[in-house]
């Protein structure tokens, strides 16, 4: 089973900050918070991972609590091309178990 | 290089038929993994290789369902007798470090 919680939908508007969060609160020490997202009708794309710093690349930014128990992705300024399934799993780098994600919608 | 293919994109078949689907991974990743994935879920793991050797599988892999790796390279899942519950995407993905790089999927339809 995932070991994940998200909403199962968000909005945001074009042009906005999208702020998508994510609870992993029984994370171990070693697993990595891994990002990804499903356009309808393809296959998953990786976004972004991290340990325990915040992270940023050309797509998102990853900030994950001190704690580890929590994260959020930003994507920085929303377009109607990131409308997707965004996926929050924890893991090592073997197998990934996915949960149900959040769908995102955003709206011109 | 073009990313992970997967062929064929669509296979329409009969309960009870064999199928059977390929994937060609990135050049040069050693892990291969397929997933399967129904309407309105995320993908469930189903195995992955490393290199040629067949690592994991779920127990959601019935003695029905068969992959292999045979040289490292691209790999096969072959599911026999199938039934209409088969009826799904299956994923295939690659890699050599810590992203998972997806193919578009084969998607099947069991009648």
């Known amino acids: 089973d995932a070991k994940t919680t998200q909403p199962p939908s968000m909005d945001c508007a074009e042009g906005r900050a999208a702020n998508l969060p994510c609870n992993h609160s029984?994370?171990?020490?070693?697993?990595?918070v891994y990002w990804y997202r499903q356009i309808h009708s393809q296959g998953p794309q990786y976004i972004i991972h991290?340990?325990?710093n915040n992270e940023t690349n050309e797509m998102a930014s990853l900030i994950i609590t001190e704690d580890r128990k929590s994260s959020t992705l930003i994507l920085p300024h929303a377009t109607l091309r990131d409308t997707a399934v965004y996926y929050c799993i924890t893991g090592g780098s073997e197998k990934l178990v996915f949960g149900k994600g959040t769908k995102l919608t955003v709206n011109p | 290089d073009t990313g992970v293919s997967q062929n064929p994109r669509h296979k329409i078949t009969k309960r009870g038929q064999n199928v059977t689907f390929r994937c060609d991974p990135i050049s040069e990743h050693n892990r291969l993994y397929w997933y399967r994935q129904t309407l309105g879920q995320g993908p469930e793991f189903l195995t992955y290789?490393?290199?040629?050797?067949?690592?994991?599988k779920s127990r959601l892999l019935s003695d029905r369902f068969s992959a292999e790796r045979p040289k490292g390279s691209f790999s096969t899942l072959e599911i026999q007798r199938t039934e209409q519950g088969d009826s799904a995407m299956y994923l295939c993905?690659?890699?050599?470090?810590?992203?998972?790089?997806f193919g578009p999927g084969t998607r099947l339809l069991v009648l």
């Open positions: 991290g340990l325990k």
């Open positions: 993905a690659s890699t050599s470090t810590w992203a998972l790089y």
């Open positions: 029984t994370i171990s020490g070693n697993e990595y």
């Open positions: 290789f490393q290199n040629e050797a067949q690592l994991e």
